[in-house]
């Protein structure tokens, strides 16, 4: 039985006197985690990932970047597929989640998740050797999933891969990619970091919904066309390399702003507001 269940059960025995031992357990089974045991597993979780080496950070960051890309491709699967119609840009969205599922399910490293999995120690322990670590882990995988968007977008521009529909929608979606204002980016960029942390902070106790909780909430980020430093960049990297923008407006434009949003959003709005809900519980045990 995991911690998670441990704790559950506790909770249960100790309001349940009706109940004995076997139904207990069926009811803990039944019974979400609370708050702390969530905070633990993920600061567990981001314990790990501060002790990996450079190296693993880095091709584990790469592969991710890599597959991120399958949201931008997928989208224009779904783009080129379907017919010109009212309810297509409601059902092409649904392909942005396809790298996310990707990448979580293959714990693979991604930069927004990091904002509240190596975030946790930091605060938690409030020391400079772990910030240290935080701040190594954040500069090796940004830079390998953002490297790996753009060898991803580099691929599938080149020529005779794909048919022209496909081609004309990639096009489309990456025209799009850099928008022409700073701070209505990072505002998106914001709610963006905020639900993929979130995202990471239910996954623990979604169990067997998992995959229906990242396709949920990578929808919405898709749907209301909020921007992510990794997923957005693959379509930015293609837009470059189109010719439809230039270096300068893809860091001016995309990365800086998104970058921003991103980090403010997932450490402000979850890691903190969360670890702070359970912070009397961690220095009363």
Not at 19 to 40: K, M, N, Q, S, V
Not at 66 to 71: A, E, I, K, V, Y
Not at 221 to 233: E, K, M, Q
């Amino acid at each position: 039985m995991t911690d998670m269940d441990d704790g559950s059960l506790h909770d249960m025995s100790e309001g349940s006197a009706h109940l004995d031992g076997a139904e207990r357990e069926l009811a803990a089974r039944h019974t979400a985690p609370r708050a702390l045991i969530i905070h633990e597993i993920i600061r567990d979780e981001g314990e790990q990932e501060l002790s990996r080496t450079v190296t693993a950070l880095a091709l584990s960051g790469l592969a991710a970047g890599l597959s991120m890309g399958f949201s931008f491709l997928t989208e224009a699967l779904l783009q080129s597929g379907l017919p010109q119609s009212d309810w297509r840009g409601i059902v092409t969205p649904l392909g942005y989640s396809v790298g996310f599922i990707l990448v979580v399910l293959a714990r693979q490293q991604l930069f927004t998740e990091s904002t509240l999995t190596a975030v946790l120690p930091v605060i938690t322990r409030r020391d400079g050797k772990t910030l240290r670590a935080a701040a190594r882990l954040w500069a090796v995988v940004l830079v390998a999933n953002l490297l790996g968007t753009w060898i991803f977008a580099a691929f599938i521009h080149l020529p005779g891969i794909f048919s022209d529909g496909v081609n004309h929608a990639l096009g489309d979606i990456a025209s799009q990619a850099i928008p022409p204002s700073f701070f209505p980016t990072m505002a998106r960029a914001f709610l963006a970091g905020w639900l993929i942390a979130l995202m990471v902070w239910i996954l623990p106790s979604a169990n067997a919904a998992r995959l229906l909780t990242i396709m949920l909430v990578t929808y919405v980020v898709a749907l209301a066309h909020l921007s992510h430093i990794v997923a957005g960049s693959a379509e930015a990297a293609y837009s470059v390399l189109a010719g439809h923008a230039s270096m300068a407006q893809y860091g001016a434009l995309f990365l800086v702003p998104t970058l921003l949003g991103n980090i403010l959003g997932g450490v402000l709005m979850v890691t903190v507001l969360n670890h702070g809900a359970v912070v009397s519980e961690i220095k009363s045990e």
